[in-house]
């Protein structure tokens, strides 16, 4: 059974950067099937995809274009996770933020993880 | 205002048949790309319902389906329990935009 854990910090100050953590359980972040995505959801913007990282002999990232430029998603192949690093935020940054799997066979955000509140606040 | 449109709400009584309507345009669902389901309980991650336009997850009970035809997608959900009670959002990619988009939700209440 697969399982996404998050880790990160709840409260970021504005201009600061907002880093999450995904370990994942019962697969691995190097899979030929998979992408490791994050999704963030708040009042204002509902469910917004961020971002992927991926591994088809190589690794692969792909950005949304309302954060581009200030977004990386990162694979850790040592410990088994991936990573979001969001820059630059502000308030409207605040939002809960989810990792997700996507599994090529399903072709959908079939695995989450359980989410982390996030408040952009000084 | 989200890429796909949903309605903010519906409701039905137990045992009833609903459906929820997910509008999109050329560059998403009318591009021939599927739409995903995914049923949200209050404080709790998004869950996937239906993938593929019409195919359930193991797990997931056959009172729930989904079709799509042109720019439009439904999911259904038939022999409406209290459990259903929950935010049910449609999903799919979107070329114009290069990204996974996501309606706005739509809020079921089992009356």
């Known amino acids: 059974q697969v399982q996404l854990q998050q880790s990160g910090p709840g409260l970021v100050k504005p201009s600061q950067t907002l880093s999450l953590t995904c370990a994942i359980s019962?697969?691995?972040?190097?899979?030929?099937?998979?992408?490791w995505n994050w999704v963030r959801q708040s009042p204002t913007r509902g469910l917004e995809w961020l971002g992927r990282t991926y591994y088809r002999s190589e690794w692969y990232s792909d950005y949304a274009v309302s954060v581009k430029g200030r977004i990386t998603v990162n694979p850790d192949t040592s410990k088994n996770q991936f990573s979001l690093q969001l820059n630059s935020v502000t308030p409207e940054d605040t939002a809960v933020y989810y990792c997700a799997r996507t599994d090529w066979g399903v072709d959908a955000f079939d695995v989450w993880g359980q989410g982390t509140v996030v408040t952009v606040s000084s | 205002q989200s890429v796909l449109t949903q309605p903010p709400s519906v409701s039905g009584a137990p045992g009833q048949r609903i459906t929820i309507s997910c509008t999109g345009s050329?560059?998403?669902?009318?591009?021939?790309?599927?739409v995903r389901w995914y049923q949200q309980l209050p404080g709790t991650a998004p869950k996937l319902l239906i993938y593929g336009n019409t195919h359930r997850p193991s797990g997931v009970p056959d009172r729930f389906s989904g079709s799509k035809s042109g720019t439009s997608a439904s999911l259904a959900i038939t022999g409406l329990q209290a459990e259903d009670e929950a935010a049910y959002y449609c999903q799919s990619y979107d070329s114009s935009l290069s990204a996974w988009v996501f309606g706005g939700g739509t809020k079921l209440t089992v009356l």
């Open positions: 050329s560059s998403n669902l009318g591009a021939s790309y599927d």
């Open positions: 019962g697969d691995s972040v190097s899979s030929n099937s998979a992408g």
